[in-house]
């Protein structure tokens, strides 16, 4: 099974964590690969990594630079949607304003051929405002580039249900929204974010754990987009041989693959693929299904899932062996 023929859906990919390491040392030159790149302890140092694209960030040409390397990425990976995720609030340091971030971003994107759309991600630990102006940024943008929010940040440090009143107005406006959970933390982390309205689940692999969890995630339909080698990098998986995907998928819960950040990770959906059969002997038609699983729970609206679900059959159907 050639993986890099393969029409993929990547619905948890981070902007910040997915700047070419060549963009990087060009813009930074003192920057060595292993600053950027591989495991970490835990998911608190892992975060670290990202202190140094952050840093070429900044501006509106770096912005849009990144976002299109970024798009160019994607398009080469085969992956026919994206819906890439960043936090606006951590690129105001030379004075851009949010509207400017976002923008920037978005230009980048437009300049490649590939449908994409923005998650907008609210940060564990920042200040109320700050957050809330996130929420009114994706008002503002939505269905505009912008498709929906997340919860992102040290989730060992912060409580989810700390955020529930940020996914309130998310709710009362129509904001669709996803929630990172069950990596660092456990299965307290998970059902937080699922009372306060989370339809998709960032990780969520330690639902394992515990059967009713576990139960209620198959139940009430909740998708889970799992970075598996990323989980291996976070220390959430020990190694990649034990991670549950195929277990979970199996149990019958709603599986979708992701990079997460593929430079940190050093990983594309195409080699996390060949991993997967490599390790689990996934066959072609579970790949099939996660990413119409995606498709089917991604942040378009109707019209535009059936569309894509069209174009992924019709790439699929003509996807030689």
Do not use: W
């Not at 503002?140 to 700390?162: M, Q």
């Amino acid at each position: 099974m050639k993986t890099e023929n393969m029409p993929k859906i990547e619905l948890h990919v981070h902007l910040d964590g997915s700047v070419r390491p060549e963009t990087i040392m060009e813009l930074l030159p003192n920057t060595k690969e292993e600053d950027i790149k591989g495991a970490s302890e835990n998911l608190k140092d892992y975060l670290k990594k990202f202190d140094i694209p952050l840093k070429i960030m900044q501006t509106k040409e770096n912005l849009e630079r990144i976002a299109k390397e970024l798009a160019e990425d994607l398009k080469k990976d085969n992956v026919i949607y994206a819906e890439i995720r960043f936090a606006p609030m951590k690129h105001l340091e030379e004075g851009l304003t949010p509207n400017e971030v976002v923008d920037s971003v978005l230009n980048g994107l437009k300049k490649v051929d590939i449908k994409t759309n923005l998650i907008l991600c609210l940060m564990r630990g920042a200040d109320f405002s700050s957050n809330l102006e996130v929420v009114n940024l994706a008002l503002k943008y939505l269905d505009n580039g912008v498709c929906g929010l997340d919860l992102a940040g040290d989730e060992s440090t912060y409580k989810t249900r700390d955020y529930k009143e940020f996914f309130e107005i998310a709710k009362d406006n129509d904001i669709p929204f996803t929630i990172h959970a069950g990596e660092a933390a456990g299965v307290e982390s998970i059902n937080a974010a699922i009372d306060m309205g989370a339809k998709r689940i960032g990780h969520g692999i330690s639902c394992l754990e515990d059967k009713d969890t576990l139960k209620r995630i198959i139940d009430e339909k909740i998708v889970l987009e799992v970075c598996p080698t990323s989980n291996t990098h976070t220390g959430a998986v020990l190694k990649y041989q034990k991670h549950p995907i195929y277990n979970l998928y199996k149990k019958g819960v709603l599986v979708t693959v992701n990079t997460d950040n593929r430079t940190v990770s050093d990983i594309t959906l195409t080699k996390e693929y060949s991993k997967l059969i490599e390790n689990f002997g996934i066959l072609k038609e579970a790949f099939i299904n996660m990413n119409k699983t995606a498709i089917k729970n991604s942040f378009l609206k109707q019209m535009e899932k059936a569309d894509l679900l069209e174009k992924y059959e019709e790439i699929e159907n003509n996807t030689l062996e």
